[in-house]
C-alpha cells in the first residue's frame, strides 16, 4: 500500500487490542506484524525523502553560505505532516492490508 494515500489518523487513537488480535490470537504476534510492516513504511518514507532531498545537495565549497530553498522545504514539511509509520501500519493490520505468515505455525500444521 503506498503510504501517501493512506488514510490512517495523524493522532494516536486508541485500538482495542482484543479485536486486533483475533486473527493471530496473540497480542505480541500482532504488535510485532504492525512493527515489522512500520519498519518497512519508515524505510520507505525515509528513502523517498533522501531521493527527493539529494537533487538540492550542495558541493563542499558552498557550505559556508546557508542558503534557502524554498522547494527543499516544502517536501520536508509534506513528509513531515504523513501521519507516522506506526499509525499507518496499524491502520493497514485493522483493514486486513497486511499479509502475514508464521513459519513455526505452519511447520506445526504441516506435521
Same mark, same amino acid.
Not at 51 to 74: C, G, H, M, P, Y
Not at 88 to 107: C, L, M, T, V, W
Given at each position: ?12 487513537? &486508541?485500538?482495542?487490542?482484543? *479485536?486486533?488480535?483475533?486473527? &493471530?490470537?496473540?497480542?505480541?504476534? #500482532? ?19 533522501d531521493?527527493?532531498? #539529494?537533487?538540492?545537495? #550542495? ?5 559556508? *553560505? ?9 517536501i520536508?514539511?509534506?513528509? *513531515? ?29 504441516l506435521?
Open positions: 500500500m503506498d503510504y501517501k494515500k493512506s488514510n490512517a489518523p495523524h493522532n494516536t487513537v &486508541t485500538r482495542d487490542m482484543i *479485536e486486533l488480535s483475533k486473527d &493471530t490470537g496473540n497480542v505480541y504476534e #500482532t504488535v510485532s506484524i504492525i512493527a515489522r510492516r512500520a519498519n518497512q513504511i519508515a524505510e520507505q518514507m525515509k528513502s523517498d525523502l531521493k527527493k532531498l #539529494t537533487e538540492f545537495s #550542495t558541493s563542499a565549497d558552498q557550505l559556508e *553560505e546557508v542558503t534557502e530553498n524554498r522547494e527543499q522545504i516544502d520536508s514539511r509534506y513528509y *513531515e505532516k504523513l501521519p507516522k509509520p506506526t499509525l499507518i501500519a496499524a491502520q493497514e493490520y485493522a483493514e486486513g492490508k497486511i499479509h502475514y505468515r508464521n513459519p513455526s505455525k505452519d511447520k506445526i500444521n506435521d
